[in-house]
T-cell receptor, first 115, second 114 residues
Framework: AQTVTQSQPEMSVQEAETVTLSCTYDTSENNYYLFWYKQPPSRQMILVIRQEAYKQQNATENRFSVNFQKAAKSFSLKISDSQLGDTAMYFCACYSGAGSYQLTFGKGTKLSVIP | DGGITQSPKYLFRKEGQNVTLSCEQNLNHDAMYWYRQDPGQGLRLIYYSQIVNDFQKGDIAEGYSVSREKKESFPLTVTSAQKNPTAFYLC?????????????FGDGTRLSIL
């Protein structure tokens, strides 16, 4: 079984500053994919960024980037130039491309951007 | 625009009552999923379906049932056997269970006990 751990239940950041959310995972599969989802107060789950485990290059999407450390099984999310609209729950998730073919979520980090 | 529609947005259940949550998608996706979200618990998989007339239990299927009579629809019934149904329920879909493409989510249904 795979597990995803987010060790920071809550975080805050000043507007325009940079914040990093932590995520570690454990899987026995070699073929897997990692995701960060954002859930704003409206409760809709929105994909933020995706990383293929076989790619060494870290994924980036505008102000969002990841630090993927495969050996350490770490997948942190960096948000640059934080905006008020970034206030949300952030979930890290791991998809196994073999075996269970299941998407496993962490428990989430609640991020508050302070004006 | 393509997407996933969940209804109702809010639902109340009386003691001993079964209630059904609706999930419809027009993305032409084969795979559909139901998740339960509790505070501090993340998302937990209830049921999933890869094709019509076939579905499988997830990690917390007890007290729930589903059907998949149409590709577009995957309703979830919360039965009276589910003793703690109060939660936020999310429906999701993707091209295939075996696809690494991200799942798309509906806006959710909040279920509470009267």
């Amino acid at each position: 079984a795979q597990t995803v751990t987010q060790s920071q239940p809550e975080m805050s950041v000043q507007e325009a500053e940079t914040v990093t959310l932590s995520c570690t995972y454990d899987t026995s599969e070699n073929n897997y994919y990692l995701f960060w989802y954002k859930q704003p107060p409206s409760r809709q789950m929105i994909l933020v960024i995706r990383q293929e485990a076989y790619k060494q290059q870290n994924a980036t999407e505008n102000r969002f980037s990841v630090n993927f450390q495969k050996a350490a099984k770490s997948f942190s999310l960096k948000i640059s130039d934080s905006q008020l609209g970034d206030t949300a729950m952030y979930f890290c998730a791991c998809y196994s491309g073999a075996g269970s073919y299941q998407l496993t979520f962490g428990k989430g980090t609640k991020l508050s951007v302070i004006p | 625009d393509g997407g996933i529609t969940q209804s109702p947005k809010y639902l109340f259940r009386k003691e001993g009552q079964n209630v059904t949550l609706s999930c419809e998608q027009n993305l032409n996706h084969d795979a559909m999923y139901w998740y339960r979200q509790d505070p501090g618990q993340g998302l937990r998989l209830i049921y999933y379906s890869q094709i019509v007339n076939d579905f499988q239990k997830g990690d917390i299927a007890e007290g729930y049932s589903v059907s998949r009579e149409k590709k577009e629809s995957f309703p979830l019934t919360v039965t009276s056997a589910q003793k703690n149904p109060t939660a936020f329920y999310l429906c999701a879909s993707t091209w295939s269970r075996y696809s690494n493409q991200p799942q798309h989510f509906g806006d959710g249904t909040r279920l509470s006990i009267l």
